[in-house]
């Protein structure tokens, strides 16, 4: 029986998690894996000083999860977690409910700024939506 493999979150802990449970498929392993982001990228997260720093666009900080799972085993869904439902087994998302035997939370982290005043709005920018928020400045510039 093929276990169904759900792992939330595209960010460097899913794919991780993906990338290796994959090869255990390879290796004989009856899973079924499936990848769910609500963006269709992977964020570089090591490269945003240089988007910050404006010596690379925010695209080139982006890798599309089409290109990176390419020719792999793996199943994309690009969609919003909204709920866990542990007695069904299943996940709701914005695209709806998917199963899964495994569930893998690899959502990621938000800011913490340790409830120094001001801190959150200083440093705003290197939130989340780091990429959307320059690629935006950058357009509103040019």
């Known amino acids: ?8 979150g595209a960010g460097y802990g899913g794919l991780t998690a993906a990338i290796e449970l994959e ?26 000083h240089k988007v910050i720093g404006n010596t690379i666009l925010p695209e080139a900080a982006r890798l599309p999860l089409e290109y990176l ?18 007695a069904s087994r299943h996940v709701i998302t914005d695209a709806g409910p998917l199963p899964y035997d495994c569930l893998i939370l690899a959502l990621g982290g938000e800011m913490d ?5 001001g801190l959150e709005k200083i440093a705003g920018a290197f939130g989340m939506q780091v990429l959307d928020l320059f690629d935006a400045r950058r357009q509103a510039v040019s």
């Open 1 to 8: 029986m093929t276990t169904e493999v759900l792992i939330l």
């Open 23 to 48: 090869r255990r498929l390879r290796q004989g392993a009856d899973l079924h894996l499936t990848l769910v982001d609500r963006n269709p990228y992977h964020t570089l997260m090591t490269l945003l």
């Open 69 to 86: 799972l390419h020719q792999r085993q793996i199943s994309l869904v690009q969609a919003t977690a909204l709920k866990l439902d542990l």
């Open 113 to 117: 700024y340790y409830n120094v005043p």
